[in-house]
């Protein structure tokens, strides 16, 4: 069964309360006739890492909100939820998700980032992250027991704080901390969370050197997308992404 507006692929996405990256970067990357239908993952927990903590354990509960729709793929588009929770509960909660939706495809942002970076081969990557504190201490060992060598690592700062220290980071900030990355010493690149705005700085430098540039919100849309469309999310498809002329038109961006 296809929709009007979605007749290749529809996404369910779950999104953080206050996220206002997720949706808009969906809007930009979503391919010709895909679409996305979204809802808001909701905790009373005062601190960030304690919200993060509980969107996990609510996942279930979120992905039913899809109901009947007829989506082909349901991502938790949200990245500091892994690192806090670790391998073992996201993936059974996955799997549950994925058991109870009578099969369908589920995936974490960071998740569909380790999905890219096997795609590609990487072990060696480097890291642009947007945290403090807590889940940037726990960002790196995330990635080292996915089985990750992380090489390098940079911060984007200038976040205003006028509402959330990571949403209100501007695009320019990834752009000055990937700058700072090694050229080609690396396997791939990633920028952290779901919500830095990371597709300006994408556009601009799909790779630096050599190396591939991604980041969680872009490889959840790719991953999502593909597998809800039942087509092959793999090392082609993730280059021709990055490269991708339909997404750079609607950021009034040149073509790669």
Request: hydrophobic share 45%; proline share 7%.
């Amino acid at each position: 069964m296809t929709v009007e507006y979605a007749s290749r692929a529809l996404v369910g996405v779950l999104t953080p309360q206050a996220n206002t990256t997720v949706e808009p970067e969906y809007a930009i990357l979503a391919p010709r006739d895909c679409a996305w239908i979204n809802a808001r993952m909701l905790s009373p927990c005062s601190t960030i890492e304690e919200r993060l903590v509980d969107y996990w354990g609510e996942a279930p509960r979120f992905a039913r909100q899809f109901a009947n729709a007829p989506i082909g793929s349901i991502a938790f588009a949200c990245t500091g939820t892994s690192y806090l929770v670790g391998l073992e509960a996201e993936d059974r909660v996955l799997a549950q998700v994925t058991r109870e939706s009578g099969g369908l495809p589920a995936m974490s942002a960071a998740t569909s980032v380790v999905h890219a970076l096997k795609s590609l081969g990487a072990k060696k990557i480097g890291l642009v992250s947007p945290y403090m504190g807590a889940l940037d201490d726990a960002c790196a060992p995330y990635w080292r027991a996915r089985g990750f060598e992380v090489a390098a690592k940079s911060n984007a700062t200038g976040a205003t704080h006028e509402f959330h220290p990571i949403y209100s980071l501007p695009s320019g900030s990834a752009q000055y901390a990937l700058d700072q990355m090694p050229d080609d010493e690396l396997d791939a690149i990633v920028m952290l969370g779901t919500g830095m705005p990371t597709l300006a700085p994408i556009a601009r430098t799909p790779y630096k050197g050599r190396t591939p540039v991604l980041s969680c919100m872009f490889c959840v849309v790719w991953m999502s997308m593909l597998l809800a469309a039942r087509e092959e999310a793999d090392r082609d498809s993730l280059h021709g992404w990055l490269k991708g002329a339909w997404w750079r038109e609607r950021m009034g961006l040149p073509r790669a």
